[in-house]
């Protein structure tokens, strides 16, 4: 079956710019989660959504930044004003529900480069 | 706060010898231990994950990893290495009860010598 996808896989964009970044989640997955991966460095959780309880925003590191998730499917997380800082892989995952022990499954990432 | 160490940036080993990733955590609890791989420009799959029970654990690949209450551990391992192997490896920890996302390493780099 169809896995995560997002897109777009690379984005460029000028700093000060917004930017929208998109997650398609595995069908019938309640549990979504973003994360950031910077260059040489591990994954940064950002946040996680849980069917229709509200969001855990306590990995956001800025007010920039916000996401999404809509119908309880696809997910949208936009950074607002871009920062050189903010270049990174934005990974999103999906588990089948985010309460139990169910592994995530990971999208292929969106590699986002702020000039 | 939970947090996963993995002291080595990089392992190397031959084609045919055993190889080992190591992982140690800390976390409120009892864990959820799960290991992921990443090969170039992909996103992370799943290998394989301990929840409870038995403290060894196989999972894809002909991967296995033990887990280790007293050292707080789970060494990732693979009796005979591949060159297909060669990727990046993370650890990632989870509590049972508390926020939901997966904490986790900083990766270990593999790499298999033909």
């Known amino acids: 079956g169809a896995g995560v996808s997002q897109s777009p896989s690379n984005k460029v964009t000028e700093k000060g710019k917004d930017v929208e970044l998109r997650c398609d989640p595995i069908?019938?997955?309640?549990?979504l989660y973003w994360y950031r991966q910077s260059l040489g460095q591990g994954l940064e959780f950002l946040i996680y959504f849980q069917g229709n309880s509200a969001p855990d925003k306590s990995g956001l590191p800025s007010d920039r930044f916000s996401a999404e998730r809509t119908g309880g499917s696809v997910s949208t997380l936009t950074i607002q004003r871009t920062q050189q800082e903010d270049s990174a892989v934005y990974l999103c995952?999906?588990?089948?529900?985010?309460?139990?022990?169910?592994?995530?499954?990971f999208g292929p990432g969106t590699r986002l480069t702020v000039t | 706060a939970q947090s996963v160490a993995q002291p080595e940036d990089q392992v190397n080993v031959a084609e045919g010898n055993p190889l080992t990733v190591k992982c140690t955590y800390s976390?409120?609890?009892?864990?959820?231990l799960f290991w992921y791989v990443q090969y170039p420009n992909r996103g992370l799959q799943f290998l394989l994950k301990?929840?409870?029970?038995?403290?060894l654990v196989k999972g894809s690949y002909g991967f296995e990893a033990e887990f280790n209450k007293s050292q707080t551990s789970f060494h990732l391992k693979k009796p005979s290495a591949l060159v297909s192997d060669s990727a990046l490896y993370f650890c990632?920890?989870?509590?049972?009860?508390?926020?939901?996302?997966?904490?986790f390493g900083s990766g270990t780099r593999l790499q298999v010598q033909p």
């Open positions: 990632a920890v989870r509590a049972h009860t508390g926020r939901r996302a997966l904490t």
């Open positions: 976390v409120s609890g009892n864990p959820y």
């Open positions: 995952a999906s588990s089948v529900s985010g309460t139990t022990n169910y592994e995530q499954y």
């Open positions: 301990y929840i409870t029970g038995d403290n």
């Open positions: 069908s019938g997955h309640t549990a």
